[in-house]
């Protein structure tokens, strides 16, 4: 069985400032772990993942996640948000046997200027 | 545009009526995938297809539920009997051959049920 948590529904962050979005997971492997963005009205648009060797992964728009084994995490980071950052953010994980995706329930990420 | 398109966008039905969602994956793509999205929740995995082999269907997949992918390309996902409770957005994913590959989702179909 493979689950994701977001233990935050909802972050709040002034324009310039870090952002962090949480993500913890569970698989009964090792895991490949995702992270999406959904924007009102559209589908789920890729930022990065995670597969195997380095724990710091670069994505799109200047996020970055760092996996950590021990902690079972997949925190999402930026150094800088955005405005336009905001929007609703998923994690998912997959065992490397499956190839469905389980999702957590989102988090919504409002930047304010 | 090159990325997985979903028709239609919209469907309103009653309570009872049969409703047809069509996919249309990324064209090098051979894995393909329909998950179900309700208000407040992150996707629900439904059913996955390999070509044109439909290879897991989750225990969500109602019999009122049925998906085909004839020709190893477009999918269509139907709806039998439809219920308010099937009220959702209904994303279609695909993916390359390699394991390791993401996947990418169309916009959706939202479902309503009256």
């Known amino acids: 069985a493979q689950s994701v948590a977001q233990p935050e529904d909802q972050v709040n962050v002034a324009e310039g400032n870090p952002l962090t979005v949480k993500c913890t997971y569970s698989?009964?492997?090792?895991?490949?772990l995702f992270w999406y963005v959904q924007y009102p009205n559209r589908g789920l648009q890729f930022l990065l993942k995670?597969?195997?060797?380095?724990?710091l992964v670069k994505g799109s728009y200047g996020f970055e996640a760092e996996f950590n084994k021990s902690q079972t995490s997949f925190h999402l980071k930026k150094p800088s948000a955005l405005v336009s950052d905001s929007a609703l953010y998923f994690c998912?994980?997959?065992?490397?046997?499956?190839?469905?995706?389980?999702f957590g329930a989102g988090t919504t990420v409002t930047v304010r200027a | 545009d090159t990325g997985v398109s979903q028709d239609p966008r919209h469907k309103i039905t009653k309570r009872g009526q049969n409703v047809t969602f069509r996919c249309d994956p990324i064209?090098?793509?051979?894995?393909l995938y329909w998950y179900r999205q309700t208000l407040g929740q992150g996707p629900e995995f439904l059913t996955y297809?390999?070509?044109?082999?439909?290879?897991?269907k989750s225990r969500l997949l109602s019999d009122r539920f049925s998906a085909e992918r004839p020709k190893g390309s477009f999918s269509t996902l139907e709806i039998q009997r439809t219920e308010q409770g099937d009220s959702a957005m209904y994303l279609c994913?695909?993916?390359?051959?390699?394991?390791?590959?993401?996947?990418?989702f169309g916009p959706g179909t939202r479902l309503t049920v009256l």
């Open positions: 998912a994980v997959r065992d490397r046997g499956d190839y469905k995706l389980s």
């Open positions: 698989v009964s492997g090792n895991p490949y």
């Open positions: 297809f390999q070509n044109e082999a439909q290879l897991e």
């Open positions: 995670y597969i195997t060797g380095d724990n």
């Open positions: 994913a695909s993916s390359h051959r390699q394991g390791r590959d993401e996947q990418f």
């Open positions: 064209s090098e793509h051979n894995r």
